[in-house]
T-cell receptor, first 111, second 113 residues
Framework: GDSVTQMEGPVTLSEEAFLTINCTYTATGYPSLFWYVQYPGEGLQLLLKATKADDKGSNKGFEATYRKETTSFHLEKGSVQVSDSAVYFCAPYSSASKIIFGSGTRLSIRP | EAQVTQNPRYLITVTGKKLTVTCSQNMNHEYMSWYRQDPGLGLRQIYYSMNVEVTDKGDVPEGYKVSRKEKRNFPLILESPSPNQTSLYFC????????????FGQGTRLTVV
């Protein structure tokens, strides 16, 4: 069945460091791909998405490119801030008409 | 303000005592869903609904019930809660299926003792 694997956390970085959170998926067909973010004490909210190969989703300085050949959708940010501390979920939309969430990667940024 | 509202935010209950977690959205969305979030497991879908009176099982439906009598409301019912249902629960809604953005409530932390 469809599945997603994302980088195990927690990830701890210093402010202004470069961030990469890896995500790979298996899915039939041509899924849309999402990254959701969960700030402490809150529900999930959409961070960015991409709907076709080579599309780049971007928001709040974060980027992810839909790589069909490697079935990956890695999340990157050039310079993280303390306010980016959160849990990040990679989430392909599967052929079974639902979103599949990865296990989440907890990110902590040190001032 | 567009939002998904869950109540209560926190609940401690005893094994076997029926409870309902309410979920309401004010965006006229057709799709609604319940998830549970457990450490290391991400979010797992419990039930979903594609419209009024249309509901279906997700990945982990055992021990839960839902109903969709009105478009805006999608309550989650635990008829006889057990300790393995201790979890963080999220309701979500979406305007056009899950290929579009999902909007999440703030979560309900349930403890069953």
């Amino acid at each position: 069945g469809d599945s997603v694997t994302q980088m195990e956390g927690p990830v701890t970085l210093s402010e202004e460091a470069f961030l990469t959170i890896n995500c790979t998926y298996t899915a039939t067909g041509y899924p849309s791909l999402f990254w959701y973010v969960q700030y402490p004490g809150e529900g999930l909210q959409l961070l960015l998405k991409a709907t076709k190969a080579d599309d780049k989703g971007s928001n709040k300085g974060f980027e992810a490119t839909y790589r069909k050949e490697t079935t990956s959708f890695h999340l990157e940010k050039g310079s993280v801030q303390v306010s980016d501390s959160a849990v990040y979920f990679c989430a392909p939309y599967s052929s079974a008409s639902k979103i599949i969430f990865g296990s989440g990667t907890r990110l902590s940024i040190r001032p | 303000e567009a939002q998904v509202t869950q109540n209560p935010r926190y609940l401690i209950t005893v094994t076997g005592k029926k409870l309902t977690v309410t979920c309401s959205q004010n965006m006229n969305h057709e799709y609604m869903s319940w998830y549970r979030q457990d450490p290391g497991l991400g979010l797992r879908q419990i039930y979903y609904s594609m419209n009024v009176e249309v509901t279906d099982k997700g990945d982990v439906p055992e021990g839960y019930k839902v109903s969709r009598k009105e478009k805006r409301n999608f309550p989650l019912i635990l008829e006889s809660p057990s300790p393995n249902q201790t979890s963080l629960y999220f309701c979500a809604s979406s305007p056009g299926g899950w290929v579009t953005e999902a909007f999440f409530g703030q979560g309900t932390r349930l403890t069953v003792v």
